[in-house]
Nanobody, 115 residues
Framework: QVQLVESGGGLVQPGGSLRLSCVAS????????MGWYRQAPGKQREPVAAIISGVVTSYADSVKGRFTISRDNGKNTVYLQMNSLKPEDTAVYYCNAHLVAKDYWGQGTQVTVSA
């Protein structure tokens, strides 16, 4: 069983930055593909970024060039650096750990981009 705890969300003005963190416990962290998803009010949860190893990453088109995902296997932590934030980035952001057919989720952290 893997437990995921996100932090770092908050209120930021358009153009600002935030860094989300997700600390994992249980399992072998380096074995998991890690990702960030988000869900805005009235919308489905959508993938934002994923990192399979230290160098293999993927991003949603809407965040390419603005968000950066990274991981520190020594700290069992995955990060999402979010720059040039826009109001449409407002959502609850969820951390995901994936291994074979199993998915684990954190409780989510709210990100609000507003003037």
């Amino acid at each position: 069983q893997v437990q995921l705890v996100e932090s770092g969300g908050g209120l930021v003005q358009p153009g600002g930055s935030l860094r989300l963190s997700c600390v994992a416990s249980g399992g072998i962290f380096s074995h998991y593909a890690m990702g960030w998803y988000r869900q805005a009010p009235g919308k489905q949860r959508e993938p934002v970024a994923a990192i399979i190893s230290g160098v293999v990453t993927s991003y949603a088109d809407s965040v390419k060039g603005r968000f950066t995902i990274s991981r520190d296997n020594g700290k069992n932590t995955v990060y999402l650096q979010m720059n040039s934030l826009k109001p449409e980035d407002t959502a609850v952001y969820y951390c995901n750990a994936h291994l074979v057919a199993k998915d684990y989720w954190g409780q989510g952290t709210q990100v609000t981009v507003s003037a």
